[in-house]
């Protein structure tokens, strides 16, 4: 009986499925978008909202410049920093259009930037948007992305303002 146990297998043993999630997690962070199976999805985002949370409860202390900080809030950025990389590869090789290669310091972008992005929201980083069925093996395809935090609101026309100044 499964009861009380939390996620899937993917019958893969642990060593396995923990370098998959790595791998995954690595390529969310540095794509902020990926296609993967439904199922990998959803445990996808368990891990990396976790992730993501363990740099933004640091507050502004994440994204301060080093030499900035206290001794104490120094030792707080460190151990989450050690905390991240040890389930986080170091280094991340992203391709730009013009087909030139970028290497991004996985680490420093979720303590630096995805923090900072989602500083004040209390979770659901992820978005997860269901693709249909893969043709080869018929396996349920779901694209898995970061939420963007600061993502215009649609502006109300001018008169819907008006309607609803009147009408409140």
Not at 133 to 152: H, K, T, W, Y
């Amino acid at each position: 009986m499964r009861h009380q146990n939390a996620g899937r297998k993917f019958d893969r043993n642990s060593t396995s499925r923990r370098a998959m999630f790595r791998n995954l997690t690595a390529n969310l962070v540095l794509n902020e978008r990926i296609e993967t199976t439904d199922a990998k999805a959803k445990e996808l985002r368990r891990v990396a909202e976790r992730l993501i949370t363990k740099a933004r409860r640091l507050g502004a202390v994440s994204y301060t410049p080093f030499e900035k900080l206290s001794e104490a809030d120094k030792a707080k950025r460190l151990a989450t920093k050690r905390l991240i990389a040890s389930f986080l590869p170091r280094w991340g090789t992203k391709t730009e259009k013009g087909g030139e290669t970028k290497k991004v310091d996985l680490v420093e972008k979720v303590l630096i930037d995805l923090a900072k992005r989602f500083d004040g929201r209390p979770g659901g980083y992820t978005r997860i948007i269901k693709l249909g069925e893969r043709r080869g093996d018929n396996a349920s395809m779901s694209i898995i992305e970061l939420v963007e935090a600061g993502e215009p609101k649609a502006k109300k026309s001018k008169k819907a303002a008006e309607a609803e100044a009147t009408a409140g």
